[in-house]
């Protein structure tokens, strides 16, 4: 029975993962893809609920046991890797531009804050 509700919880939040990540790709600027204004509007607040949703999801979850706690950190690791890699990426390619988004840098500042700020604080209440 604890398989069933693992598999059931699991695949709702593939499932938002998957449609979250259409939904982005769908922003970007293909020639054969450009969205209509009231589509695109549609679109963003789509996102923005589906996206609140899946956040709730994620900090909802408890570990049962030691191995489902570690698996949680190990992805919540490569998740905050990932994205601070690809922010890297993006920043010294457009440095290399000299368009720099710094809306890249504010993302990768506040990646890096939330996670340091957020180990002093654990280290210090536990």
């Known amino acids: 029975?604890?398989?069933v509700n693992f598999f059931s919880g699991m695949l709702g939040e593939?499932?938002?993962s998957v449609i979250l990540v259409l939904i982005l790709l769908s922003f970007l600027k293909f020639s054969a893809l450009t969205m209509p204004m009231n589509v695109s509007v549609?679109?963003?607040?789509?996102?923005?609920?589906?996206?609140?949703?899946?956040?709730?999801?994620?900090?909802?979850?408890?570990?049962?046991?030691?191995?489902?706690?570690?698996h949680r950190l190990?992805?919540?690791?490569?998740?905050?890797?990932?994205?601070?890699a690809v922010l890297?990426?993006?920043a010294v390619v457009q440095l290399f531009q000299h368009e720099?988004?710094?809306w890249i840098i504010i993302a990768l500042v506040s990646m890096i804050l939330s996670k340091t700020?957020?180990?002093?604080y654990?280290?210090?209440?536990s």
């Open 1 to 3: 029975m604890k398989k």
């Open 14 to 16: 593939v499932g938002m």
């Open 42 to 70: 549609f679109a963003i607040v789509f996102l923005t609920v589906l996206f609140l949703a899946y956040a709730s999801t994620i900090w909802k979850e408890h570990a049962q046991d030691e191995r489902e706690a570690h």
């Open 74 to 84: 190990l992805a919540g690791r490569f998740g905050y890797l990932m994205g601070a």
């Open 88 to 90: 890297i990426v993006a």
């Open 100 to 102: 720099l988004d710094y």
């Open 117 to 120: 700020f957020s180990r002093l």
């Open 122 to 125: 654990f280290q210090i209440v």
